[in-house]
């Protein structure tokens, strides 16, 4: 079958993925989210991580000793992460978390996605299913791109991933972010019956080499479900 674009965008940066946290603006929805999370999970946690790249979203939790499971529609970055982590604490499934999560209800101590709600068209839906599967009092959390409209990279609510950018991606490659306000979010997460623990804004990167990194502003949501 042929792949999406952005698996296969994802397959080609995997190598080089994880340069992102060096030089300038190193703060990434990665690190943002471990700081916040990690305190608030409990040993034995079982915990979902949506678009789960080459693992380092999942690490510090696997290394306080919660089992995760991790998703994503790249196979690169999936075969990056095995090699990474020991599978006895490490679950992986190629998925597409457009398509929705294929888990049952309340099953979930935890479920996160960073770095990654920016590629789904539909963040409400993703959201719902997230709350769907998560045990009641468990938490969600979650990073997501702001709409910024005085500021070039993020002044459309979408548009293709690299415009703006000094050197453009491909346009083979290029497939769209979405962007939105920390009211709308709000919103979603009271939709969908979530407690707002924390909701902050903060700088990170595009995921070039230094020193063409340019920064990105993104909102981060740790919330819990009622
Ligand atoms: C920027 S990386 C973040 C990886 C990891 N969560 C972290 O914080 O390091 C984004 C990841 O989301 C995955 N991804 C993007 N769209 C996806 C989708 N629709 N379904 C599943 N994974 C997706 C990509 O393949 C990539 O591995």
Known sequence: ????????YND????????AEKGKFKETPTGKIIEKLLPLVKKEDLILDLGCGTGKSAKPFIRKGCKVIGVDISSKMLKIAKKKLKKKFWKLYKCDIEKG???KDNYFDVVLASWVLEFVK???KTVKE?????????????????????YKIQSKKESSLGKGLLKPIPKLLSFKVYRHTPKEIEKILIKN????ISHEKF????????????????????SQKR
């Open 1 to 8: 079958m042929k792949k999406k674009i952005i698996e296969e």
């Open 12 to 19: 080609r940066i995997a190598l080089r993925y994880d340069l």
């Open 101 to 103: 999560l294929n888990f």
């Open 122 to 124: 539909n963040i409400e």
């Open 130 to 150: 997230m709350a769907r599967i998560t045990k009641r009092n468990s938490y969600i959390a979650f990073t997501y791109e702001l709409w910024k409209k005085d």
């Open 193 to 196: 019956n979530l407690k707002k």
């Open 203 to 222: 700088i990170s990167c595009s995921y070039s080499k230094p020193p063409e990194k340019i920064p990105v502003f993104y909102g981060m949501i740790i």
